[in-house]
């Protein structure tokens, strides 16, 4: 049976489409909607994980403390899009992951 880093190793977080609602006038998504996406990724990866992100039954709690985004290649009204998720390093109190995002072409759009 696989271990738990090999299960979430660039695990499947999430499907989205570029929605024109979700665009500029230039037609490209506009950055808030990125971040968006890449939090709803970062529910679904905490849930695969096993840490889920409802209020838990103590007083252990996330809190986001670093984000880098590199943006590679604009995401255009229509784009479809996935983001796969990993586990980049476990600490004693903290967790480092990173979210790619790709189109249907498997470019890469977005990495955070």
């Not at 489409?17 to 709803?40: E, K, R, S």
């Not at 980049?88 to 759009?109: C, D, I, P, Q, Y």
Request: hydrophobic share 45%.
């Amino acid at each position: 049976m696989a271990s738990v880093a090999e299960r979430v190793m660039a695990m499947e977080t999430l499907k989205a489409v570029a929605h024109p609602w979700l665009c500029d006038a230039m037609g490209h998504m506009n950055v808030q909607h990125y971040t968006a996406i890449f939090d709803d990724a970062s529910a679904h990866f905490f849930g695969a994980i096993g840490a889920g992100v409802k209020p838990p039954l103590t007083e252990l709690g996330w809190a986001d403390v670093h984000h880098e985004v590199e943006f590679k290649d604009e995401v255009t009204s229509g784009d479809l899009l996935t983001v796969r998720s990993h586990v980049v390093k476990v600490g004693r109190a903290s967790l480092t992951f990173r979210h790619v995002m790709t189109g249907r072409n498997e470019g890469v759009h977005a990495i955070i």
